[in-house]
């Protein structure tokens, strides 16, 4: 196991800021008008990112805190999603190649979206790239890796997520964010508990894929079964050991969502407010739209609007999504 990851300190989260104006945005804050919902909901559009999702800040704050030197042979990283698109953008624009080591599963359309970046990409048995996740090494690739769950730097660019909230909204009771790797919703706790320590951090998970409520309820990581379905991004078979002492004390609570709520989810996003959401970026929305929590006032953080076009189309028709 690597080293534990410990908080972020506010000052690295303002360095980050600074480091990513002009570059990533500070992206917008919606009201969700939801008729008889007595719950009151913002959200915040982390899809609206030149990249695609939030990832694009804990990408570009760890390669701008390199010396240029250490990228100069190129970077990669164990990515099927998301960070591989945020590397691959941020490659090119600073010239230097990028590998996606994806695994077998990989989604097409962030396979296509690489290709059109330029990333070569390097496909692994599924078993083995998380092994190769775990261990945070890719034997044989060459260049420096990017790891947008376990740096320091990409903790403190996720909580400058936290600060925006918490700087545009008052009387806030919660933060819902999706619960992939932990490192949105651990980034977004360390902005968030020094400046209103009454706001509430809650993960979102799938009910067929919860490792992090597993880990709360037997007090440690454990190994869970588990189905993402088309919501890619969330949902593994373990919390990462690094991050569990961190997400233990910072996040609040789990709520989980099924499938079926989060297509209902992006179909309202995208039918009420004209916003498009992939399937790890509405589960916040779908979570803080169930009646399974106590709160009055949220936000909601869009992670991500990179949806396969086909998957989008039969959601909003009101198919089933596919499993």
């Known amino acids: 196991m690597r080293a534990v990851i410990g908080e972020v300190p506010h000052a690295a989260i303002e360095a980050a800021r600074r480091r990513l104006g002009g570059l990533a945005l500070g992206t917008r804050l919606l009201e969700l008008a939801v008729p008889g919902s007595d719950c009151n909901i913002a959200i915040k559009l982390e899809n609206e990112q030149p990249a695609g999702s939030f990832k ?35 490659a090119a624009r600073l010239g230097i190649p990028a590998t996606a080591i994806v695994p077998g599963n990989a989604p097409p359309h962030k396979l296509r979206q690489l290709r059109e970046l330029g990333a070569h990409i390097v496909t692994m048995h599924f078993d083995d790239w998380w092994q190769a996740i775990l261990a945070g090494a890719a034997p044989g690739v060459q260049g420096l890796l990017v790891d947008a769950a376990r740096d320091a730097a990409a903790l403190a660019a996720n909580g400058t997520i936290g600060l925006e909230i918490v700087e545009s909204m008052d009387d806030l009771d919660a933060v819902f964010t ?10 977004i706790a360390c902005a968030v508990r020094p400046l209103r320590p009454s706001v509430k951090i809650i993960a979102c998970e799938l009910d067929s894929a919860q490792p992090l409520t597993a880990a709360i309820a037997a007090g440690k990581p454990t190994t869970v079964e588990y189905d993402s379905g088309f919501v890619s991004g969330v949902g593994f078979s373990s919390i990462l050991p690094e991050l569990w002492p961190l997400a233990s004390r910072l996040i609040d609570g789990t709520c989980t969502v099924s499938i079926d709520e989060v297509a209902a989810a992006i179909r309202l996003l995208s039918l009420q407010a004209q916003v498009t959401a992939e399937g790890a970026g509405a589960i916040a929305v779908a979570a803080a739209l169930s009646r399974r929590h106590p709160y009055r006032k949220v936000c909601a953080v869009v992670s991500g609007g990179n949806i396969e076009r086909a998957v989008l189309v039969r959601i909003l028709a009101g198919a089933p999504p596919a499993k």
């Open 56 to 90: 694009l800040r804990p990408v570009a704050n760890s390669l701008l805190s390199k010396e240029r030197d250490t990228l100069a042979s190129g970077v990669h990283t164990l990515s099927s999603g998301n960070s591989a698109v945020a590397l691959a953008w941020m």
């Open 178 to 187: 999706p619960f992939g790797s932990g490192a949105l919703a651990c980034g």
